[in-house]
C-alpha cells in the first residue's frame, strides 16, 4: 500500500488547512496511522495518530487545534489544522503501521505558516 500526503501550502498565522493522506488500498488493515512533522533543522516528531480501534493522540503543542480523522470509504487520513502558528511550520509525513511490517510513509507535504 502506497501512501500519497496532499494539501501543504503556504497559510497566514491563525489561519487553517487540511491535509490529506491517500491509500492506494484498504487503510483497514492499518493497526496504527498518524503524522510527523519536521521543522527546518529539526528532527521529524510526531504530530498526531489514531488506531485502528480508533484511539487518538496528540502531541501537547497541536492539542485543541489540529484533528486527526479517517475516510474509511475513501481509504483516506486527515489532518484539520486550525490557528496555525509559524512554529507550525514543516513538511508533514503520513504514516502507516502493518503488523510486523516496515511503516509505511507518504512523500511529505509542505507547510509554511507566516507571522
Known amino acids: 500500500v502506497q501512501l500519497q500526503a496532499s494539501g501543504g501550502g503556504l497559510v497566514q498565522a491563525g489561519g487553517s488547512l487540511r491535509l490529506s493522506c491517500a491509500a492506494s488500498g484498504s487503510i483497514v488493515s492499518f493497526n496504527d496511522m498518524g503524522w510527523y512533522r519536521q521543522g527546518p533543522g529539526l528532527q521529524r516528531d510526531m504530530v498526531a495518530s489514531?488506531?485502528?480501534?480508533?484511539?487518538?493522540n496528540y502531541v501537547d503543542s497541536v492539542k485543541g487545534r489540529f484533528t486527526i480523522s479517517r475516510d474509511m470509504s475513501k481509504n483516506t487520513l486527515y489532518l484539520q489544522m486550525n490557528s496555525l502558528k509559524p512554529e507550525d511550520t514543516g513538511i508533514y509525513y503520513c504514516y502507516g503501521d502493518l503488523y510486523r511490517a516496515p511503516r509505511h510513509w507518504g512523500q511529505g507535504t509542505q507547510v509554511t505558516v507566516s507571522s
Open positions: 489514531i488506531t485502528r480501534g480508533g484511539i487518538i
